[in-house]
């Protein structure tokens, strides 16, 4: 058969196309302005995404409109969704207004972004509260959203497909949306005149008029076109030209290879939110650009210090990704698999001398000549210790052994001047095979043979292949690897005992005697108990209204166990319980109510019947779950996402290593060693370094990214010595820790690289102990003074819920407690795990606990915030006693001006304020601040201060000792006590004044504001001000030195401290 007599082949499938809608499905509005003049307000709403501007129906003369309907939205790219935005705003409709408005007016708007919109199956009901658009906007009410996208496949036209492909240059104006729930009337169609390739509409009508209402209208639009920025390379390669060669020389035992490099692939594109870097500067999504300056040194002990970089840069070319740290070569050896090899047992490739992989094996039904490792090495190179690329050594050997009978199965050699450089982006180098070769030896005819895929090339620590990569300096693989950790998603899970029915109380019970029924809750770890619950006589039933809180972490696969417990005994009788799954339980983004549920009980004395319980219950996204310290937290954003705002901007840490550590372990002879490691935490990212074992001064040069949400938030960063890797499976063995450091991201400037030196402190029963310098690059990626950034500082700093319906501080530390527990259980379950003292110690754990170093540290700082008032009144004292008389005589002129010009007090004062401001920008920090021993009392604490502080709750001291330590606390009480009593008395003296206790006293009081107020009236007030102030400035040889009859007279008024017992 010829091929002209071939028969055709069947017609290919037609091809699918994923299409994402996004639907805003508009609930109903609460409390909103009139605005109709009739008291009430007829309001539609207009929702605006990528360019689609939809609207729904108006609802007649009402403040709590009821819609109910949704609009849909086509979805342009899906991979950029994230950084579309969604506007949506509420207007009230002039057509139904009172009189002839000109407009219709505004309600209010919200404004949320892809990050916050969900699955369908994850979507729920959200009301959020209307924004103004202007600062002279008078909106109040919210919203109801449920707003989700779905995916959707549809076949496409091969005819549209040909004409779209023939077409290269579409005009905007032509995409048709076809799954709009409805088509705008025609006469809103207004006709665009043709244009030019590879232009688009300039811009949407500001406002258009609806003319039907019973249906939403749908004004389409051409989304704006996605703009990005491709990233060009930013390293040299320095690939050899001779590309071609592939020399064979026999050298020692086997042949020597030459590795050609690869072609650069496209590099990946960079979207909104990730810093493109140009001529050694730091530019925020094409709208600012910073220029990088280092900082002077500052030398000191306990304080950071600025270290200079160590790796050359040049303007003129572009930053590097990892452009904080310090860039480190390394050698890559990927090892995939083996074929035809010579009759052996688990064979394991040997690179030089030292470093060998695992053993191979092959894959299932495959013969035992063909193993498979799949093994990354990273050698490092160019170093001493490496023994690579030095005079002595420019080969690479790679060889395979029989792993039983420590046979040689052959070889392959590399020359180290041949092997390619890889850069990132560029994708990973293919592996290819080489023959294996026996060598000069005689001996080893016939025994080597096959083949072995590998790839060899130079990198640095940003390869990806680096971080799952068996390390030169971090032989411990399973221990030593740097990893990247998430935090489980935590919740809130509320319960309201409400009441509960029908329980079988027993009958026997003394006179005049109610019932002690309690509910006690128990999830997981966590157990609450309620109070006693009221009864009621006519109906048997027992109330108790009462909240109980608990953290919930995902996958919410715990259940909720409540047991109602009769308690007037001296042993608790079980009355009944219920177990609830924390899955079924419903989730509330908001303060809605939600629906009770009654529950049987099971298990109690009356058999399968005991008697019912209505519960009200929920899982809550609207709180922020702490599990840390207030003062020192990292994000505060709530559990649901669909409540997130966007990212104002980037935070970039580079670990560049740690200097002068001091030896924490033992090892054999007993010479000191330290296998260090880092842990950086920000949000819900955790990062942790690799270990450098055995090093006192490690390197890791590890760079790491964090999206910043709110810039008063404070990023942490702890150094620990690595004994897990030391330990067996049955033993635990904690890390130590060697310092912490806090830096708080408000306290950076935009686009500025940091580089310093922290001191790692450690604070022991034995007093402070430096272990060491910890080195550190810091950048904060944000584009400064922007509008949205500095509206964040005038936001609550917690989520909405935490003002709605606040918890208290007990509870909320209660809870923190079991976050933190449910946070290190997490983590230890990763590989290489996080232990329970790692994550307690970057968490503050302890900080809550008493401790008489943290009370003095807290006084001092009292005492610091009210120096301003002291240096004041001592500035005064100083002023009335003529210390500097020239000084004096113009504090008397400028009292003068402010007295007959007082419309200049408020302004004087400001512009005081911005003077010494701008006076004080001179004294600025000039590094980010690490930990503060002089605040922190630990120079100069006191040894017992420190054990009473590192002593466990309950104690375990001897008791003459805590009793000791009692009596001390006793003292320090009675003074509190007396500063106490002392403020309350000057106030029950002022009380005093009016109230008639001292009948003379009063009726001085009173007389003396009675010829006040007839003097003020007759008087000018200028003059008596002038009067007032130069007689409280008269020089001292006008003043007596015995105090005033002002303050005599009050310190003779009687107070309330002669009735205390």
């Given at each position: 058969?010829?091929?002209?007599?071939?028969?055709?082949?069947?017609?290919?499938?037609?091809?699918?196309?994923?299409?994402?809608?996004?639907?805003?499905?508009?609930?109903?509005?609460?409390?909103?302005?009139?605005?109709?003049?009739?008291?009430?307000?007829?309001?539609?709403?207009?929702?605006?995404?990528?360019?689609?501007?939809?609207?729904?129906?108006?609802?007649?003369?009402?403040?709590?409109?009821?819609?109910?309907?949704?609009?849909?939205?086509?979805?342009?790219?899906?991979?950029?969704?994230?950084?579309?935005?969604?506007?949506?705003?509420?207007?009230?409709?002039?057509?139904?207004?009172?009189?002839?408005?000109?407009?219709?007016?505004?309600?209010?708007?919200?404004?949320?972004?892809?990050?916050?919109?969900?699955?369908?199956?994850?979507?729920?009901?959200?009301?959020?509260?209307?924004?103004?658009?202007?600062?002279?906007?008078?909106?109040?009410?919210?919203?109801?959203?449920?707003?989700?996208?779905?995916?959707?496949?549809?076949?496409?036209?091969?005819?549209?497909?040909?004409?779209?492909?023939?077409?290269?240059?579409?005009?905007?104006?032509?995409?048709?949306?076809?799954?709009?729930?409805?088509?705008?009337?025609?006469?809103?169609?207004?006709?665009?005149?043709?244009?030019?390739?590879?232009?688009?509409?300039?811009?949407?009508?500001?406002?258009?008029?609806?003319?039907?209402?019973?249906?939403?209208?749908?004004?389409?639009?051409?989304?704006?076109?996605?703009?990005?920025?491709?990233?060009?390379?930013?390293?040299?390669?320095?690939?050899?030209?001779?590309?071609?060669?592939?020399?064979?020389?026999?050298?020692?035992?086997?042949?020597?290879?030459?590795?050609?490099?690869?072609?650069?692939?496209?590099?990946?594109?960079?979207?909104?939110?990730?810093?493109?870097?140009?001529?050694?500067?730091?530019?925020?999504?094409?709208?600012?650009?910073?220029?990088?300056?280092?900082?002077?040194?500052?030398?000191?002990?306990?304080?950071?210090?600025?270290?200079?970089?160590?790796?050359?840069?040049?303007?003129?070319?572009?930053?590097?990704?990892?452009?904080?740290?310090?860039?480190?070569?390394?050698?890559?050896?990927?090892?995939?698999?083996?074929?035809?090899?010579?009759?052996?047992?688990?064979?394991?490739?040997?690179?030089?001398?030292?470093?060998?992989?695992?053993?191979?094996?092959?894959?299932?039904?495959?013969?035992?000549?063909?193993?498979?490792?799949?093994?990354?090495?990273?050698?490092?190179?160019?170093?001493?210790?490496?023994?690579?690329?030095?005079?002595?050594?420019?080969?690479?050997?790679?060889?395979?052994?029989?792993?039983?009978?420590?046979?040689?199965?052959?070889?392959?050699?590399?020359?180290?001047?041949?092997?390619?450089?890889?850069?990132?982006?560029?994708?990973?180098?293919?592996?290819?095979?080489?023959?294996?070769?026996?060598?000069?030896?005689?001996?080893?005819?016939?025994?080597?043979?096959?083949?072995?895929?590998?790839?060899?090339?130079?990198?640095?620590?940003?390869?990806?292949?680096?971080?799952?990569?068996?390390?030169?300096?971090?032989?411990?693989?399973?221990?030593?690897?740097?990893?990247?950790?998430?935090?489980?998603?935590?919740?809130?899970?509320?319960?309201?005992?409400?009441?509960?029915?029908?329980?079988?109380?027993?009958?026997?019970?003394?006179?005049?005697?109610?019932?002690?029924?309690?509910?006690?809750?128990?999830?997981?770890?966590?157990?609450?108990?309620?109070?006693?619950?009221?009864?009621?006589?006519?109906?048997?039933?027992?109330?108790?209204?009462?909240?109980?809180?608990?953290?919930?972490?995902?996958?919410?696969?715990?259940?909720?166990?409540?047991?109602?417990?009769?308690?007037?005994?001296?042993?608790?009788?079980?009355?009944?319980?219920?177990?609830?799954?924390?899955?079924?339980?419903?989730?509330?983004?908001?303060?809605?109510?939600?629906?009770?549920?009654?529950?049987?009980?099971?298990?109690?004395?009356?058999?399968?019947?005991?008697?019912?319980?209505?519960?009200?219950?929920?899982?809550?996204?609207?709180?922020?779950?702490?599990?840390?310290?207030?003062?020192?937290?990292?994000?505060?954003?709530?559990?649901?996402?669909?409540?997130?705002?966007?990212?104002?901007?980037?935070?970039?840490?580079?670990?560049?290593?740690?200097?002068?550590?001091?030896?924490?372990?033992?090892?054999?002879?007993?010479?000191?060693?330290?296998?260090?490691?880092?842990?950086?935490?920000?949000?819900?990212?955790?990062?942790?370094?690799?270990?450098?074992?055995?090093?006192?001064?490690?390197?890791?040069?590890?760079?790491?990214?964090?999206?910043?949400?709110?810039?008063?938030?404070?990023?942490?960063?702890?150094?620990?010595?690595?004994?897990?890797?030391?330990?067996?499976?049955?033993?635990?063995?904690?890390?130590?820790?060697?310092?912490?450091?806090?830096?708080?991201?408000?306290?950076?400037?935009?686009?500025?690289?940091?580089?310093?030196?922290?001191?790692?402190?450690?604070?022991?029963?034995?007093?402070?102990?430096?272990?060491?310098?910890?080195?550190?690059?810091?950048?904060?990626?944000?584009?400064?003074?922007?509008?949205?950034?500095?509206?964040?500082?005038?936001?609550?700093?917690?989520?909405?819920?935490?003002?709605?319906?606040?918890?208290?501080?007990?509870?909320?530390?209660?809870?923190?407690?079991?976050?933190?527990?449910?946070?290190?259980?997490?983590?230890?379950?990763?590989?290489?795990?996080?232990?329970?003292?790692?994550?307690?110690?970057?968490?503050?754990?302890?900080?809550?606990?008493?401790?008489?170093?943290?009370?003095?540290?807290?006084?001092?700082?009292?005492?610091?915030?009210?120096?301003?008032?002291?240096?004041?009144?001592?500035?005064?004292?100083?002023?009335?006693?003529?210390?500097?008389?020239?000084?004096?005589?113009?504090?008397?002129?400028?009292?003068?001006?402010?007295?007959?010009?007082?419309?200049?007090?408020?302004?004087?004062?400001?512009?005081?304020?911005?003077?010494?401001?701008?006076?004080?920008?001179?004294?600025?920090?000039?590094?980010?601040?690490?930990?503060?021993?002089?605040?922190?009392?630990?120079?100069?604490?006191?040894?017992?201060?420190?054990?009473?502080?590192?002593?466990?709750?309950?104690?375990?001291?001897?008791?003459?000792?805590?009793?000791?330590?009692?009596?001390?606390?006793?003292?320090?009480?009675?003074?509190?006590?007396?500063?106490?009593?002392?403020?309350?008395?000057?106030?029950?003296?002022?009380?005093?004044?009016?109230?008639?206790?001292?009948?003379?006293?009063?009726?001085?009081?009173?007389?003396?504001?009675?010829?006040?107020?007839?003097?003020?009236?007759?008087?000018?007030?200028?003059?008596?001000?002038?009067?007032?102030?130069?007689?409280?400035?008269?020089?001292?040889?006008?003043?007596?030195?015995?105090?005033?009859?002002?303050?005599?007279f009050f310190r003779r008024l009687p107070s309330l401290s002669d009735r205390l017992m």
């Open positions: 058969m010829t091929p002209d007599q071939q028969p055709p082949p069947p017609p290919p499938q037609p091809p699918s196309k994923p299409l994402r809608k996004l639907v805003v499905e508009v609930a109903d509005a609460r409390d909103l302005l009139p605005k109709d003049g009739l008291g009430s307000s007829s309001a539609y709403v207009v929702a605006d995404f990528d360019g689609q501007k939809k609207r729904t129906s108006t609802i007649s003369r009402t403040l709590n409109p009821v819609w109910n309907e949704s609009l849909e939205f086509v979805v342009a790219d899906p991979n950029t969704m994230e950084y579309e935005e969604l506007e949506i705003e509420v207007f009230n409709d002039k057509r139904m207004s009172n009189g002839s408005a000109r407009k219709n007016h505004f309600l209010g708007r919200v404004k949320l972004y892809g990050t916050q919109f969900a699955r369908k199956e994850d979507a729920g009901l959200i009301y959020f509260q209307l924004e103004k658009k202007s600062v002279f906007s008078w909106i109040r009410g919210e919203i109801g959203l449920r707003i989700y996208y779905s995916d959707e496949f549809l076949e496409i036209d091969q005819d549209q497909q040909q004409k779209n492909m023939a077409d290269n240059n579409p005009q905007p104006s032509e995409k048709v949306f076809s799954d709009a729930p409805s088509q705008p009337p025609p006469e809103l169609r207004k006709p665009e005149p043709p244009l030019p390739p590879q232009e688009a509409p300039v811009s949407a009508p500001a406002e258009v008029t609806m003319e039907k209402f019973h249906q939403p209208i749908t004004v389409e639009e051409a989304p704006p076109p996605v703009t990005t920025v491709q990233m060009e390379n930013h390293h040299h390669h320095h690939h050899h030209d001779d590309q071609n060669q592939n020399q064979y020389h026999q050298h020692q035992k086997f042949g020597i290879h030459s590795v050609n490099p690869e072609q650069h692939p496209p590099h990946p594109e960079m979207r909104r939110m990730q810093v493109g870097r140009d001529g050694g500067g730091v530019q925020i999504g094409g709208n600012e650009r910073v220029r990088v300056l280092k900082r002077p040194e500052n030398n000191g002990d306990y304080s950071p210090r600025v270290i200079p970089r160590r790796f050359p840069t040049n303007d003129s070319e572009r930053i590097p990704a990892y452009d904080l740290v310090e860039p480190m070569q390394y050698l890559f050896i990927r090892i995939v698999k083996a074929r035809g090899l010579s009759p052996n047992e688990s064979p394991y490739v040997r690179i030089g001398n030292s470093v060998r992989s695992k053993p191979g094996m092959p894959k299932p039904g495959e013969p035992s000549s063909n193993p498979e490792w799949h093994q990354v090495f990273a050698l490092a190179y160019n170093k001493p210790e490496s023994g690579l690329n030095s005079s002595n050594d420019t080969t690479l050997e790679i060889s395979v052994w029989d792993s039983q009978s420590e046979s040689f199965l052959g070889g392959v050699c590399f020359d180290l001047s041949d092997v390619p450089v890889r850069d990132p982006p560029d994708s990973p180098l293919a592996p290819q095979w080489y023959r294996l070769e026996g060598g000069d030896d005689p001996s080893l005819g016939g025994k080597v043979s096959g083949d072995i895929q590998l790839s060899v090339w130079i990198g640095t620590q940003a390869d990806d292949a680096f971080p799952e990569s068996w390390s030169s300096d971090a032989p411990y693989v399973s221990h030593t690897r740097s990893k990247v950790y998430q935090s489980p998603k935590l919740w809130y899970l509320r319960v309201t005992i409400m009441e509960a029915q029908d329980l079988e109380i027993a009958a026997n019970l003394p006179p005049l005697t109610a019932p002690d029924v309690r509910v006690k809750a128990q999830l997981g770890f966590q157990s609450v108990r309620t109070r006693r619950g009221v009864m009621n006589n006519r109906t048997a039933s027992f109330y108790w209204n009462e909240d109980l809180v608990f953290v919930a972490g995902e996958p919410l696969e715990d259940s909720l166990i409540l047991l109602l417990e009769d308690r007037t005994g001296p042993d608790p009788v079980l009355l009944g319980h219920v177990l609830i799954p924390v899955g079924a339980i419903e989730q509330r983004l908001d303060e809605r109510q939600v629906k009770p549920r009654w529950l049987p009980l099971e298990g109690g004395p009356g058999g399968a019947y005991c008697g019912r319980i209505n519960l009200r219950m929920c899982l809550e996204g609207g709180y922020h779950v702490l599990d840390e310290a207030a003062h020192v937290c990292s994000d505060f954003r709530p559990t649901a996402t669909q409540l997130w705002k966007p990212a104002v901007g980037i935070l970039e840490l580079g670990i560049l290593g740690a200097r002068g550590l001091l030896p924490m372990k033992s090892r054999g002879g007993g010479k000191g060693s330290t296998d260090p490691y880092c842990v950086a935490k920000y949000g819900k990212k955790w990062v942790r370094t690799r270990t450098i074992t055995d090093s006192f001064d490690p390197r890791w040069n590890e760079q790491y990214t964090w999206q910043v949400y709110d810039p008063c938030t404070v990023l942490t960063i702890g150094v620990f010595d690595n004994w897990r890797m030391f330990a067996d499976m049955a033993e635990e063995k904690p890390d130590f820790r060697i310092g912490k450091v806090r830096i708080r991201v408000s306290t950076l400037e935009s686009n500025k690289v940091y580089t310093n030196s922290y001191p790692l402190l450690v604070l022991q029963r034995t007093g402070l102990k430096k272990m060491g310098e910890i080195e550190l690059a810091v950048r904060f990626a944000c584009p400064s003074l922007l509008p949205d950034t500095c509206a964040i500082y005038g936001q609550p700093l917690l989520p909405r819920m935490h003002y709605l319906r606040p918890l208290g501080v007990a509870q909320q530390e209660a809870l923190r407690g079991a976050a933190t527990k449910m946070v290190a259980a997490w983590l230890a379950r990763s590989e290489p795990p996080l232990g329970a003292e790692v994550v307690r110690y970057m968490l503050d754990a302890d900080s809550h606990t008493w401790s008489m170093r943290k009370s003095k540290a807290n006084w001092f700082r009292i005492v610091g915030v009210l120096a301003w008032a002291v240096g004041l009144a001592k500035w005064l004292d100083n002023i009335r006693r003529w210390r500097n008389p020239v000084t004096t005589v113009l504090v008397h002129l400028l009292y003068l001006v402010l007295v007959w010009y007082p419309d200049l007090i408020v302004p004087t004062g400001f512009l005081y304020v911005c003077l010494i401001g701008t006076w004080y920008y001179r004294f600025r920090p000039k590094t980010p601040a690490g930990m503060d021993i002089r605040l922190s009392q630990a120079e100069t604490v006191d040894p017992e201060d420190l054990d009473e502080e590192f002593d466990t709750f309950p104690s375990s001291r001897p008791p003459d000792l805590i009793r000791a330590r009692y009596d001390r606390l006793r003292m320090l009480a009675a003074r509190v006590q007396t500063v106490l009593g002392d403020f309350a008395t000057q106030g029950e003296r002022v009380q005093a004044l009016v109230s008639w206790r001292d009948p003379r006293a009063t009726k001085l009081f009173i007389g003396v504001c009675l010829m006040i107020t007839v003097v003020l009236y007759v008087v000018p007030p200028k003059m008596a001000a002038v009067a007032l102030g130069f007689y409280f400035l008269r020089h001292p040889m006008f003043r007596e030195p015995m105090p005033p009859a002002s303050l005599n």
